[in-house]
């Protein structure tokens, strides 16, 4: 067996579930999906408003390839939140020589987030996988660098917003990903300590906030923009998609 692919659970078999801590996009739902489609919608409208050449630019500063689908799994549109996006896009255009005036009035004609309905594409069942792990004992919680608004709205949509304990956004103030706040926040509303957590993601930000928080589990997924080889060295579990859970 390959070192870089995913390994037998025998860690999760043995760990007591008492919290599942989700990250979403890339996680829980198709993170292509969401972000590819919309930051190909925003580079359609940064054409029309500005040229190709610019929206091409913007495209190749975010690391996102929108004709093969691929995204640096480390680059600004798999790890900044939207807040911290419209601040980089801002950016990008001042570097194209617009004026800042100019860049900061572009931005604030076109922007916008992700449509959260359309772009909610479950990467498993997602209830099953949420009534099996509470069925064992454990609470759930998200997790997630989107925004309050919409992560609540998908998680209506999918049918689980019932069954979370704890969503934590990237709204809320607390430091980003990969500083452990998150955890840390969640644990507090659950109360469950963070040795007793898992924390389960797609990203090295994921696997790093975990790591940092004390969580007693860190388990990676493949089923986002990050391969095994990046994953394998933070995390104490890979799998091929939160499905393996159960």
Known sequence: M???EPQPAS???AFALNL???DKGGTLVDFRAMWGKWAIELAR???ASLGSSIASRWLEALKFDPHSGWIDPIGPLAV???ASLRVFTVDVLIQTGLPERVAKATVATIWHAPDPLTSAQPLTDLPTLFMSLRG???KIAIATMDE???SEAQLTLLGVASLV???VCADVGLPAKPAPDMVWAVCRMTGVAPAQAAVVGDSITDMQMGRSAGAGLVIGVLSGVSPAELLAPHADVLLQSVADLI
Do not use: M, T, Y
């Open 2 to 4: 390959s070192p870089f």
């Open 11 to 13: 860690p999760l078999a």
């Open 20 to 22: 599942v801590i989700f």
């Open 45 to 47: 409208q940064l054409e």
């Open 80 to 82: 900044l939140p939207l």
């Open 136 to 138: 064992r004992g454990a």
């Open 148 to 150: 309050r608004a919409s």
């Open 165 to 167: 304990d704890a969503l």
